[in-house]
T-cell receptor
């Protein structure tokens, strides 16, 4: 099993729709979780941290399920500007940081 | 405040030459990471520095690659005798001390080997 796995997509979603994607991780000792977005030919940028109780930032909601070892990202009322690759990031206790390969999202007008 | 700064932004060089890429992390960030990303691919971990500890070099693809971090701040990634397969974007990230801190990335150096 890969350390961090994501569906590569692409997810093609009409503008205004809700889209969700998951990320699974293999190390049960993982401590910190993040979602980053990466635009084409740009560096990854932090979208949000993921907390055990779940957290929301505007149209974005992140959830953590430690029992099943996955995190999720939900985007509501999607905008054209949400088109990007979304990277799942997991920090193990020993500071080892693992990036998923990313999920490509295309918002269609 | 200032973010992670990388230089040069772009580097074009001939096969066989040596190159040096520089990363200036955010002030106070003790952890520094180097990654490589080829077009359309995910991030490939290269090396990690944490404070004064020995670096984690487990991701360096060959002995042509080396990195150092002087004074716990600026880092230099050196590629000797460059090959065409070294062409990629080289990204540096730094992270503040403490649990739950995210990485912050520089804009990267786009390296092209002719």
């Amino acid at each position: 099993r890969k350390e961090v796995e994501q569906d590569p997509g692409p997810f093609n979603v009409p503008e205004g729709a809700t889209v969700a994607f998951n990320c699974t991780y293999s190390n049960s000792a993982s401590q910190s979780f993040f979602w980053y977005r990466q635009d084409c030919r740009k560096e990854p940028k932090l979208l949000m941290s993921v907390y055990s109780s779940g957290n929301e930032d505007g149209r974005f909601t992140a959830q953590l399920n430690r029992a099943s070892q996955y995190i999720s990202l939900l985007i509501r009322d999607s905008k054209l500007s949400d088109s990007a690759t979304y990277l799942c990031v997991v920090n193990a206790r020993d500071d080892k940081i693992i990036f998923g390969k990313g999920t490509r999202l295309h918002i269609l007008p | 405040g200032a973010g992670v700064s990388q230089s040069p932004s772009n580097k074009v060089t001939e096969k066989g030459k040596d190159v040096e890429l520089r990363c200036d992390p955010i002030s106070g960030h003790t952890a520094l990471y180097w990654y490589r990303q080829s077009l359309g691919q995910g991030l490939e971990f290269l090396i990690y520095f944490q404070g004064n500890s020995a670096p984690d070099k487990s991701g360096l693809p060959s002995d042509r690659f080396s990195a150092e971090r002087t004074g716990g701040s600026v880092s230099t990634l050196t590629i000797q005798r460059t090959q065409q397969e070294d062409s990629a974007v080289y990204l540096c990230a730094s992270r503040a001390p403490g649990p739950g801190q995210p990485q912050h990335f520089g804009d990267g150096t786009r390296l092209s080997i002719l």
